[in-house]
């Protein structure tokens, strides 16, 4: 269907599906031609998919016409609707009947069904034969700033460090019939739903939601497979620590001027050496990815991430130390969230901070400035959500969101998130507030967060 629609070796094909059998083989059909697939999180709004639609320049969409969130029916075939208007580059449309949505708007001759296109084709194909370095899938990541970074996977290095990892990690074998609770929108669904259970001849069973046992194991969408895991049988457990490193996985916690920090105290957690999985670049934006990840500290991969080892060897991960929040497993940059929150036309200015949550692992609080003429309310603070949804999605949605007259501020204009982060968690601020221009904006954010509270 995919070759039929002029989908070539390098292509992009972006997929936006609920969790359904059919996400799974758009992937690997693009796999199979050359194709390079990109993914976004069925969650994710029309704004946020149209952000990452442009920047791999994608050709054809595999949408679906809804799915169900919380119970409740969500129109993806609508958001992609949205997001494609003024878009040329869009050449086709495959939408999954998920929902049976009879009212949903499909273009003649640019959308189709997929049932009915699929039926049109035999059931052999001959793979394209890729070389090794071959692009086999971006995937976009949160970062600090206010665009996602769209990591590109090649297909052999990939391929091997997820399929070493789960024999490894998880001891598959043919017979074995594998449950990995992630959605494929997000990396641990491309390297342990689809591509390392498939390598290894396991079966795939794909499912929305269950309680099971949890291992920690700590990596990235940059690493494209685990890197600090135990091994069944083998390392002993500590709840919350991610253990040890994986074979060959060199991690180093270092001081910002590269010497190792002492056992027991916090640090940035780089690696060493290179590995087989880890993404090559930064879609369009090569110097960024160099930047990011290779100059921070000469040397050593940089994972922007804060741990510590204890005296057993084991790794505790204290989480980012860039400005990123992880949501019930969601990673999403605050800068994304400030930038849909100024553009509500009362908001002067927004900054956002997590705070740690029992359910989520953390949740979003805001802080907003409003232009002059505007007053607080309720109905305000409802609006402000409904554009966040807009623009990133529900998962995006503060928890909190506190009116203030100004934003606490470094004499160079830097708006100081850490004093914040101290304010939302625990509702008092006990950290270093010598950088501050205005001791008394800090004092009025207090007042006005225990006002609110």
């Not at 135990?230 to 390392?235: G, L, S």
């Not at 500290?297 to 204890?310: K, L, R, S, V, W």
Request: charged share 25%; with cysteine.
């Amino acid at each position: 269907m995919l070759t039929n629609l002029q989908v070539k070796p390098g292509d992009r094909v972006l997929i936006y599906l609920p969790l359904i059998p059919e996400a799974v083989v758009a992937m690997l059909a693009c796999a199979r031609i050359g194709a390079v697939h990109s993914v976004v999180f069925g969650g994710f709004s029309a704004q946020s998919l149209k952000d990452r639609m442009i920047d791999c320049g994608a050709s054809v969409i595999i949408t679906a016409d809804g799915g169900y969130r919380k119970g409740q029916k969500i129109s993806l075939k609508a958001n992609v609707n949205e997001a494609c208007k003024e878009i040329s580059h869009i050449k086709h449309i495959v939408v999954v009947e998920r929902i049976k949505d009879n009212k949903i708007e499909m273009s003649p001759g640019r959308d189709l069904f997929w049932t009915q296109e699929m039926r049109k084709y035999p059931g052999l194909h001959q793979p394209y034969q890729a070389k090794g370095e071959h692009p086999l899938f971006i995937l976009y990541t949160s970062g600090t700033t206010g665009k996602p970074k769209g990591l590109v996977h090649t297909s052999a290095g990939y391929l091997l460090g997820t399929t070493i990892t789960s024999r490894y990690i998880f001891d598959f074998k043919e017979n074995d019939r594998y449950w990995c609770t992630a959605d494929v929108g997000w990396i641990t669904g491309h390297s342990y739903t689809v591509y390392s259970p498939l390598s290894l001849g396991a079966t795939v069973f794909l499912c929305r939601t269950k309680k099971c046992p949890i291992i920690d194991t700590w990596w990235q969408t940059e690493t494209g497979a685990a890197m600090i895991t135990p091994i069944p049988f083998v390392t002993a457990l500590k709840p919350g620590s991610a253990t040890q490193p994986f074979f060959g996985i060199e991690p180093r916690i270092l001081q910002k001027d590269g010497k190792p920090t002492p056992q027991g105290e916090s640090g940035f957690l780089c690696i060493q050496k290179p590995w087989p999985s880890m993404a090559r670049t930064i879609y369009g934006d090569h110097k960024r990815y160099v930047k990011t990840y290779w100059r921070e500290i000469e040397g050593y991969y940089f994972t922007g991430d804060g741990a510590y080892q204890d005296s057993d060897g084991f790794i505790w991960i204290n989480g980012r130390i860039d400005d990123v929040v992880n949501i019930s497993g969601h990673r999403l940059g605050t800068a994304e969230v400030e930038s849909a929150i100024v553009l509500h036309p009362a908001v002067a200015e927004s900054a956002v901070v997590g705070k740690p949550d029992s359910i989520k692992g953390q949740s979003i609080v805001a802080f907003v400035t409003l232009k002059n003429e505007k007053k607080s309310s309720e109905n305000l603070k409802q609006e402000i959500i409904k554009t966040i949804e807009k623009e990133i999605g529900s998962l995006a949605r503060p928890d909190d969101i506190y009116f203030v007259d100004a934003l606490p501020k470094t004499r160079s204009g830097k708006i100081i998130r850490r004093l914040l982060r101290e304010l939302a968690a625990s509702g008092q601020i006990k950290g270093d507030t010598s950088t501050l221009e205005d001791l008394t904006t800090l004092e009025n954010i207090q007042e006005q967060f225990r006002d609110a509270g």
